[in-house]
């Protein structure tokens, strides 16, 4: 719910975020941008083959979260 804190994981890191809920962003879905807030984002992807067949590159990766 919205201003909960959270922990958000991937396979290459994890960082910890307040949520805040937008009518523009789907259900089961969650933007995080780079640049902001110590660039922790980048903590979530992985930097290698961003190039490759079938690589995502910076635009999505798979996360679990969890409610601190």
Known sequence: KEGDRVTIRSAFGAIERNVLLS??????YMFIPTGAD???????????????????GW????????KR
Do not use: K, T
């Open 59 to 66: 635009v999505s990766c798979p996360v679990s979260l969890n």
């Open 23 to 28: 009518r523009w962003i789907s259900r089961g």
């Open 38 to 56: 110590g660039d922790g984002a980048l903590a979530l992807i992985g930097l290698n083959d961003l190039e490759g067949p079938g690589a995502s």
